[in-house]
């Protein structure tokens, strides 16, 4: 029974903080199949963006489990604008520190790591955006990736 009261509360708790976060425009996430991600399986993520005026920050969670066997992984990223216009970024995320801890947030055997992906950038026009989340490890078949997130939420620092 106190187990069952506990739970309850962890999930009234991460409701609420969720819910308290008006900044976030976007929050998607794709399960990655059977936990194993593929070199040439995508990420895909689409955002139609209507505020040209305020600056954001946009964040990829990785959620991984304990069977994932490195301390980082490497992304490949793509992101294309409403005119199509292409930018290629490669990104290295630590989900474990030197110690083989993994960093990020526990939820049952289950941690997420946010990474900052771009900061205090606008869309400067209206319309979708489009990122590809590639893994760019040596290992075709990745174990351990459960899912990634993509989070697009509004900042204040760069008001001008």
Not at 51 to 63: A, M, S, V
Not at 82 to 101: F, H, M, R, V
């Amino acid at each position: 029974m106190k187990i069952v009261n506990i739970i309850s509360l962890l999930v009234v708790g991460i409701f609420l903080l969720v819910s308290c976060n008006n900044s976030r425009v976007y929050n998607k996430y794709n399960d990655i199949e059977n936990h194993i991600w593929d070199k040439d399986s995508v990420c895909f993520f689409s955002f139609n963006a209507e505020d040209t005026i305020n600056h954001y920050d946009i964040l990829l969670n990785i959620r991984h489990n304990s069977e994932f066997r490195f301390q980082n992984l490497w992304l490949f990223t793509i992101s294309t604008d409403p005119n199509g216009n292409i930018a290629k970024d490669t990104l290295e995320c630590y989900l474990y520190n030197q110690l083989g801890s993994p960093l990020g947030q526990d939820y049952f055997f289950v941690y997420e790591m946010p990474l900052l992906y771009m900061q205090n950038i606008k869309f400067p026009i209206k319309g979708e955006y489009k990122f590809d989340i590639y893994q760019a490890m040596r290992d075709s078949l990745l174990t351990g990736i459960e899912s990634i997130g993509l989070t697009i939420q509004q900042n204040n620092y760069g008001k001008e």
